[in-house]
């Protein structure tokens, strides 16, 4: 029941803005509060679907340690070179900026799974 309401609120969403830039633009779309909204609704979306693909993951081992560094360097290192050729123009402090953002965005994801499957062969080895 509550996938046929997410679906349809999402239909609506994307139609509403879809109707949004046809009018005015893409520029005007990114400063309605529905495109939030449907960022956020995405976001959500994703890390709860996380935590049903680590629920259904068949591995009950944690993964090693290793992982959260090679994540971390490999995430800042996409991080780094993304924003410093997209924004090759820019000064240094939007270039920085710009690769917190990313590495942020790239690195919680991969974090967040980790910790999920950590915590689940953690709770497999107490029963």
């Not at 890390?47 to 971390?72: E, I, R, S």
């Not at 939007?94 to 980790?114: D, H, N, R």
């Amino acid at each position: 029941m509550f996938r046929t309401l997410f679906l349809v609120q999402t239909a609506g969403i994307i139609i509403v803005l879809l109707l949004h830039v046809l009018e005015n633009g893409m520029q005007e779309l990114t400063s309605t509060p529905v495109w939030y909204v449907f960022i956020l609704t995405a976001i959500v979306s994703g890390y709860l679907q996380m935590d049903v693909t680590v629920d259904n993951d068949d591995k009950d081992k944690a993964p090693p340690t290793y992982f959260y560094v090679v994540g971390f360097i490999g995430c800042l290192a996409i991080a780094a070179s993304i924003s410093f050729i997209a924004l090759a123009e820019n000064s240094f402090a939007v270039k920085t900026l710009a690769t917190a953002l990313l590495f942020i965005a790239c690195y919680a994801p991969f974090s967040y799974a980790l910790y999920l499957k950590t915590k689940k062969a953690k709770e497999l080895n107490e029963e």
